[in-house]
C-alpha cells in the first residue's frame, strides 16, 4: 500500500500484506501469509513467521513466530492469529496442537530451550509444530514474549 519502505536485502514470501506506511529496515525475512497493519516499522535483520499477524503502529524490534498475533507496546505474544488461519483451511486439531505449543513457549514458567523439547516429546510432529520448532532454534535476534 502507500509509502511502504521494504530496505535492501529483505526477504518477502507469497500472499504477504503490507498496510500502509509499513517501513522495513534491511535484511527483514518475511514469511508467507503474513498480515502487517499499518504505521509499523520493523528492525533490520528480524523474521516473521508463516502465518502471523501484526497489529498496526506497533514497533518490531524482535522475531515474531509462525501463527500468532503480535501487539501492543512493547509488542507481546496475543495469542494465535485464529481468523487468518481459520480462513487458510487449518483444522481444528491443528489450530488446538499450535495453541498447545505456544501454552508450554509463553504460558509455562520453562526456559525456552525446556519449552521445546517438550513440546518435541510430547506434541505430534506436524508439519506446523516442526515449524514452530524450527523458528525458535534458527531466530538470532530474539523473540517477542508475553509479557
Given amino acids: 500500500m502507500a509509502y511502504t519502505h521494504v530496505a535492501h536485502d529483505c526477504v518477502i514470501g507469497d500472499n504477504v500484506i503490507l498496510a500502509n ?5 534491511g535484511h527483514v525475512t518475511v514469511e508467507e501469509f503474513v498480515g502487517i497493519g499499518g504505521l509499523v516499522p520493523i528492525h533490520q535483520f528480524v523474521k516473521i513467521g508463516r ?9 518490531v524490534p524482535k ?7 503480535a501487539l501492543g507496546e512493547p509488542i ?5 492469529n485464529v481468523i487468518g488461519l481459520r480462513r487458510r483451511g487449518f483444522s481444528p486439531e491443528v ?16 526456559l525456552l ?23 525458535f532454534r534458527s531466530c538470532e535476534r530474539g523473540v517477542i514474549r508475553k509479557t
Avoid: H
Fill in 63 to 69: 522475531d515474531i513466530p509462525p501463527y500468532i498475533l
Fill in 95 to 110: 489450530l488446538n496442537l499450535i495453541k498447545k505449543a505456544y501454552r508450554f513457549i509463553f504460558q509455562s514458567k520453562l
Fill in 51 to 59: 502465518y502471523s499477524f501484526i497489529a498496526g503502529g506497533c514497533k
Fill in 113 to 135: 530451550n525446556e519449552a521445546l523439547l517438550k513440546i518435541e516429546n510430547e506434541l505430534q510432529p506436524i508439519a506446523e509444530i516442526q515449524n514452530i520448532l524450527t523458528f
Fill in 21 to 25: 506506511c509499513v517501513n522495513m529496515a
Fill in 76 to 80: 507481546r505474544y496475543g495469542g494465535l
